[in-house]
């Protein structure tokens, strides 16, 4: 007998928000900034971040956010980051050969970054994002729409498993969303090769019975 279901195995980040993403984006670039700076031993440039730290804390005491203030402080998060980095790669550009070479770390932080501005900046232009990250820390984690009652979203990585004997073995695990109905053909396929036995009855949820997968799992032509 072959049992199939998925799940999410859940990571350890924080339940992200758009304003805690461009917070976390913000608080790094100007950190490293004032880092850079203070190194070449030049003057601080001038910007508003004092001025939107303030406000992002005022924001976050609130018990009720209005959704046009969420939509205003956004916009204003996302003007600051694209400024702060603006200054920090005119900065990095003028002092090249005072500075020592970055880490791999560096540039890969300030891509995700750069990615983070440019996603949240879509909707504003009327656009649809996709492949929208949720952590600077793990830019590889991905939403999972669940639909269940306690947690209809989660986020981490994916998998479709099959079960034998109360052991499960992991079939198909990936960080992006994808439909398990469609994987009843590979599943059917490892659990023959992994027992060298052939599957002779099935059971899943309902998202599994499929035309194809009835047809599939009736038809020993088909396998």
């Known amino acids: 007998m072959l049992l199939t279901d998925a799940t999410c195995y859940e990571s350890f980040i924080r339940f ?41 804390h005022g924001y976050c005491k609130k018990r009720k956010r209005k959704k046009s203030e969420t939509r205003v402080l956004k916009r204003s998060l996302l003007h600051l980051l694209d400024k702060l980095i603006g200054l920090l790669e005119e900065t990095i550009d003028a002092n090249v050969h005072r500075l020592s070479p970055f880490q791999p770390l560096f540039h890969k932080r300030l891509s995700v970054i750069k990615k983070v501005l440019h996603q949240q900046t879509i909707p504003f232009q009327g656009g649809e994002v996709k492949g929208i990250i949720v952590s600077i820390d793990k830019d590889y984690i991905r939403p999972i729409v669940r639909g269940k009652e306690n947690k209809r979203v989660e986020f981490g990585a994916k998998v479709n498993t099959i079960q034998v004997d109360g052991i499960h073995f992991i079939e198909h695990m990936s960080f992006d969303a994808f439909h398990e109905g469609i994987r009843i053909p590979q599943c059917i396929d490892s659990q023959q090769i992994l027992l060298r036995q052939r599957v002779t009855h099935l059971a899943a949820d309902r998202i599994y019975a499929t035309n194809y997968n009835r047809k599939y799992c009736s038809d020993p032509k088909e396998r």
């Open 16 to 56: 992200p928000t758009d304003v805690k993403l461009l917070r976390e984006s913000v608080d790094w670039i100007y950190q490293k900034l004032k880092f850079i700076v203070k190194s070449l031993k030049i003057r601080m440039p001038r910007t508003k971040y004092d001025k939107q730290h303030r406000r992002y």
